[in-house]
């Protein structure tokens, strides 16, 4: 007969999966927990002026607008392929890139990229065209949604393949880094991503070199369509780099001033030659996870909650009329805004498709 179960030990077992039958080996000169090194300062909220406010508020609201905009282009059969929209998720890359220097820092993400760009000031005109696949587009139109890039922005891509941006962005960092200009890196990629092998390989990289790379991880909650908590077992994801020495910061990714106050600390840890840092901003996106996606994996109720309790946008537009912020004024940015994508949208439908022989460029042949 079985004995019973015997009551748990009081005692603290040792964190290890040692089997039970083997005494633990102690580990000699074993190195401080990372919770005992120096570590990036506590972010806080960042003290914008009202002008720094109006342009964050002014960046997320164009990138709101064209995305709807394309979401439109794409029903209409003028954007085919993949498309990935990035409304509500507006403040991270508005936030975090207003602390990088265009020119200078080098920025790398995935499909969802529109935003990005624009964040980094890439002309409208030029992204929607590519999105459309005409030849003024970004990248000949030969790209799409997925592919763009710009040199002059150092803003190399938008990337299809799960978390292969986060390597790049490891070898972007090594540039900066051999270059010795300067320069930092930021890598962005998802919860999804998250959990890809080559990620951790960046990591391990990344920290030995003590590279100059920001690692964004932009929680939206969902990946395509299973919720971070049901795919990954440490769903803090900011703790992720740990186990390499990588410090890590979670932040309020609904929250402008909250990101830029995060990337100033990660900045300012990079650029001083300490390595890398792990942000994760906990966003949210509203669209499905491409626009070929009915997002029934969440309901209606939960989404409207978020736009209801967090929007990005409204909530900053909330802060600015505190600080004497007309509405008037606000209606008129709204205007502008409106005009600008529209401009993008007829410049991209009546900018012709690209030749057929710029298929055979761009593309590499020999023997090596």
């Not at 005494?23 to 927990?33: S, Y």
């Not at 390595?275 to 989404?303: C, N, Q």
Request: hydrophobic share 40%; glycine share 10%; with cysteine.
């Amino acid at each position: 007969m079985a004995k019973p179960a015997q009551p748990r030990a009081t005692a603290k077992k040792p964190a290890s999966r040692t089997p039970a039958t083997e005494k633990p080996q102690p580990v000699a000169a074993a190195a401080p927990a990372i919770s005992n090194r120096e570590r990036p300062a506590e972010p806080q909220r960042y003290q914008a002026s009202k002008e720094e406010m109006l342009e964050f508020y002014r960046q997320m609201l164009l990138i709101r607008r064209f995305e709807e905009k394309a979401g439109q282009l794409y029903g209409l059969g003028l954007i085919g392929g993949f498309c990935h929209l990035y409304i509500g998720q507006e403040a991270v890359a508005v936030g975090l890139q207003s602390a990088l220097e265009v020119g200078k820092d080098s920025v790398i993400t995935g499909y969802r990229d529109h935003g990005h760009m624009l964040a980094y000031g890439i002309d409208p005109k030029v992204i929607m065209a590519e999105l459309t696949g005409r030849a003024a587009g970004i990248s000949r139109g030969k790209g799409g949604s997925m592919h763009m890039f710009s040199v002059e922005h150092r803003f190399y891509g938008g990337h299809g393949i799960v978390g292969a941006q986060v390597s790049l962005g490891a070898g972007l960092a090594f540039k900066h880094k051999y270059a010795g200009d300067g320069g930092v890196a930021m890598a962005y990629f998802g919860d999804g991503a998250a959990n890809q092998g080559q990620v951790y390989e960046s990591f391990n990289m990344a920290e030995l070199w003590k590279l100059p790379i920001i690692f964004v991880i932009e929680n939206n909650q969902y990946a395509m369509g299973t919720s971070v908590n049901r795919a990954s077992s440490e769903d803090q994801l900011y703790r992720r780099g740990e186990s390499f020495r990588i410090p890590g910061i979670q932040v309020d990714g609904m929250d402008v001033l909250a990101v830029r106050g995060a990337a100033e600390e990660a900045v300012k840890w990079v650029r001083a030659g300490k390595g890398p840092v792990l942000l994760e901003l906990k966003t949210y996106r509203y669209r499905g996870h491409s626009m070929s996606d009915p997002a029934k994996y969440r309901s209606r109720d939960e989404v409207q909650s978020v736009r209801d309790k967090s929007d990005p946008i409204d909530h900053l537009k909330k802060e600015l009329e505190a600080l004497g912020v007309s509405e008037d004024d606000l209606k008129k940015l709204e205007k502008d805004i409106r005009a600008i994508v529209a401009e993008s949208a007829d410049f991209a439908e009546q900018s012709p498709e690209p030749e057929l022989d710029e298929l055979y460029t761009d593309v590499l042949v020999g023997q090596y």
